[in-house]
Nanobody, 115 residues
């Protein structure tokens, strides 16, 4: 069973930056569609950014121009660089990888942006 592990969350002031990392236990991220999702209590989990194995990226309108998703195949890691953070970015951020019929999730990392 492939495991995904997120890290890099924390508390930051509005306008600050964080970089999230998602490491896979197997070499799948270069082959998968990998995405970062976020969820706040009582709401659905929403896609923030994704990257395909061909490096095509996609972003939610709310983060375009502020967040950047990237991948390091040698390290089996996907990153989410988050700049100009806003209080409304506060959420638990989850890494997801879709490969054929498999759908893998990490356990999430909390991001809190104070005003």
């Amino acid at each position: 069973q492939v495991q995904l592990k997120e890290s890099g969350g924390g508390l930051v002031q509005a306008g600050g930056s964080l970089r999230l990392s998602c490491v896979a236990s197997a070499n799948i991220l270069s082959k998968a569609v990998t995405g970062w999702y976020r969820q706040v209590p009582g709401k659905q989990r929403d896609l923030v950014a994704s990257i395909t194995r061909g490096d095509t990226t996609n972003y939610a309108d709310s983060v375009k121009g502020r967040f950047t998703i990237s991948r390091d195949n040698d390290k089996n890691t996907v990153y989410l660089q988050m700049d100009s953070l806003k209080p409304e970015d506060t959420a638990v951020y989850y890494c997801n990888a879709k490969l054929f019929l498999a759908n893998y999730w990490g356990q999430g990392t909390q991001v809190t942006v104070s005003s």
